[in-house]
């Protein structure tokens, strides 16, 4: 019997062992797998303006101005999701400019060819930043926070407000995420966390939410409960069968052609 017991503490402390030690290695790394940025950015193509801004902390940033196609609408300003960088958002622009928007695109800290590490509290920072330049023209700005984008298009919407938010993918919390894909890590280890489902709730500007209903990295029902959330006015498109990387749900033109339908009804000018 004392065999057996000793024999089953053992394993138990194997176990515990193992556990704290993949749990102190995913707290270590976790910025590495919540930001996965690519360095290699091209130059702007010749009809996209460049201006640079600076943040409070010294960040440069570069940002891009792809213009509209005709007669501007509105200015949109992307808030990129956590892979790649900015260049790789030229053909939601493109997109997007064709139904009549003027789109500003930027990239995180760390992101291409902007200096820094990437953190909630720096994209913050780079966000509010930013929004002193997209604020610079006589058309309604509009933010398009694109999964992990919702964190800093929803917190910058508290700050300064738009005249509307769409979110594509978003989800209710990193926290919320975190369950997700790891479980067996405790939450209160996280140090990014943005909390979108609370944030919207205040908010009052008209919101569109759009999923695709086959997303395996944010879970539909997440972007479904930021949704309800949603203080002010709010409709909710289901791309159906889409992932989360999928380019019609990323960059397709009939997700241009939403935006552009929710722009001109709620924010155009």
Known sequence: MRSWLR??????VVILGGWVLLTAALVSAQRHLIYLPDRDLSPAPSDVAVTKVETADGVVHEVWTVPADGVAVARVVVFNGNAGNKGHRLTLARNLAA?????????????????????????????????????????????????LGAGPATGLAVQTEPAALVLRSPFTSLTDMARTHYPFVPTWLLRDRFPVEDTVSRLEMPVLVI??????????????????????????????????????????EDLA??????VNEHAAQ
């Open 7 to 12: 024999r089953l503490t053992g394993l138990l």
């Open 99 to 147: 139904e009549g928007m003027e789109v500003l695109l930027f990239d995180y800290r760390g992101y291409g060819d902007t200096a820094g590490t990437p953190s909630e509290e720096g994209l913050m920072r780079d966000a509010t930043a930013v929004a002193r330049i997209a604020f610079e023209t006589d058309l309604p700005v509009v933010y398009l926070g694109e999964s």
């Open 211 to 252: 999923l695709g209903t086959g997303d395996s990295i944010v879970p539909p029902d997440l972007s479904r409960r930021v949704h309800q959330a949603v203080g002010g006015p709010s409709s909710i498109v289901e791309m159906e069968g889409l992932d989360h990387n999928d380019s019609e749900l990323s960059a397709g």
């Open 257 to 262: 052609d939403m935006i552009g339908s929710f």
